[in-house]
Every structure is written in structure tokens, then in C-alpha cells.
């Protein structure tokens, strides 16, 4: 089997030099690609995480505060993080009252039990090793604090799948040549797609990491999932003989 684009450019620094040459029509491209689902895909996400005022909540992977800015406008105190430099300052010129940092979701630049509520919007995928970012928001956020995962997925209807990995296949590249200034970066957005794990998959993480109701629901028929899972408010909920126990999605 070849190596593909997502497998070479996994390197850190590689994906945030990607994003830095499309930060600029990233938002658009997403529209575009997605016929507009990008959006609504947004919209319940920030129904999932329920922001509330006051609330301290990290955007991991934020880009350019697309996700972060609706749940700042119902009083959150949102902190945009992201590995991109060019996502960072195209995001502070959109978003000037939100907050951005520059860092890394394999080693989250914050203490332990900062956060109510992480959020990350297609960007797991996009960490070298996902399974040390869920650690890590584990790690900052508040016991009984919660996480929200929307990310790509793998629908599970034989046809709707089929007709997915057509669209990708076939229309994705084209509208990149004629729209986009890095049409190589979405090359890598595809193969990023067909080699991420399934829902099952990514719950089994969550738990992994010690979150505990861990649930996840299918959008546009599984083209996306929307996961969600919260750190016991007691330690010793999140023991391995407990993940084990639960067996099962909620």
C-alpha cells in the first residue's frame, strides 16, 4: 500500500505551514466543499457543548475562530487555540475580542482543571497523535467539565458511503484547481478523511483518555460525528475497570 498525503504531512510543522497557505480562503472553501453543511455542522456543535455565561471554554485547533465565535456571543470565555500561525492572525483580524494562542493539542500550554468545556472541530484528525491530545484535554479540563469532537467520519450506509468517497474523489480536487491557492492541501484534507477511524473507533478513545458517558451522534448520515464525554467529577469513575464496564455508547 502507497504512503499517502495525510501519512506524509502528519509532521507538525508540515500541517501548520499547510494551513498558513489557506487560512486566508479556508472558511470559504469549507462553505463551498460541504455545500454549506460546514455551517450547520457548527451549529450543533455549540448546541452539544452548551456553552453558558462565564464559562471558560478551549477551542482546540480553532483555525479562524469560526467555532469559537458563536459560543463567545452566549457569553463563554472561549480561548482559541491553533498550530497555524496564518490561521492565528487571520483569526484576530475576524475576531478581535476572542482570545488566540499559539500552541500545540499534544501539549495543551495550560494547567490541569482550567477549562468547563474543549471543543475541536475537524482537527483531531489532524494531530499527529490523538490519542495524547484526548489526554491532554482530559488533563485541563475542570472535573465534571465535558468535551465536544466534531469530526469527519465514516457513514455507515454502503451507498451513502460509495457516493461520498465518489464526491470526494472526483469533485473535491477539481473545485481545489479552480478555487484554491494550495490545491495539494486538499489532497491531503481527503486522504486525511479515508484514513481516520470510524465512530466506534474514536468513542473507544474517549474512554481510553478516562471520559466517561461517552456518546456520539451521526450528521449528514454519517459524513460527520459529533462526539461528546465529560471528566468525572470523582477520580475513580475513570478507572479502566469502569471503561470497561460501560461498554457501550450512551
Not at 17 to 45: C, E, H, I, P, S
Not at 183 to 198: A, G
Not at 200 to 222: D, E, I, K, P, Y
Request: aromatic fraction near 8%; include cysteine.
Amino acid at each position: 500500500m502507497g504512503v499517502s498525503a495525510a501519512d506524509q504531512e502528519k509532521q507538525p510543522e508540515d500541517v501548520a505551514r499547510m494551513f498558513d497557505d489557506t487560512a486566508k480562503r479556508y472558511d470559504f472553501m469549507n462553505t463551498l466543499m460541504t455545500f454549506g453543511q460546514a455551517q450547520l455542522w457548527r451549529v450543533q456543535m455549540t448546541r452539544a457543548v452548551d456553552p453558558k455565561t462565564g464559562e471558560r471554554i478551549l477551542d482546540v485547533a480553532a483555525g479562524t475562530g469560526a467555532s469559537a465565535a458563536p459560543m463567545a456571543k452566549q457569553g463563554a470565555l472561549v480561548t482559541c487555540l491553533d498550530l497555524s500561525e496564518g490561521m492565528i492572525e487571520e483569526g484576530r483580524r475576524r475576531h478581535p475580542d476572542l482570545e488566540f494562542v499559539h500552541g500545540s493539542a499534544e501539549k495543551l500550554p495550560f494547567e490541569d482543571g482550567t477549562f468547563d468545556a474543549i471543543t475541536i472541530t475537524f482537527g483531531l484528525r489532524n494531530v499527529q497523535q490523538p490519542k495524547a491530545a484526548l489526554a491532554e484535554f482530559y488533563r485541563v479540563l475542570k472535573p465534571g467539565g465535558r468535551v465536544v469532537v466534531c469530526e469527519f467520519s465514516r457513514p455507515p450506509v454502503k451507498f451513502v458511503r460509495r457516493g461520498y468517497d465518489a464526491y470526494m474523489k472526483l469533485a473535491i480536487p477539481g473545485m481545489a484547481k479552480l478555487m484554491s491557492s494550495n490545491p495539494d492541501s486538499y489532497q491531503y484534507l481527503i486522504d486525511s478523511i479515508r484514513s481516520w477511524p470510524d465512530q466506534q473507533t474514536l468513542s473507544l478513545w474517549l474512554r481510553t483518555a478516562g471520559f466517561t458517558r461517552v456518546a456520539h451522534r451521526n450528521l449528514s448520515m454519517g459524513v460527520v460525528a459529533l462526539h461528546r464525554g465529560h471528566k468525572p467529577r470523582s477520580p475513580e469513575l475513570s478507572m479502566p475497570s469502569v471503561l470497561k464496564a460501560r461498554g457501550t455508547d450512551e
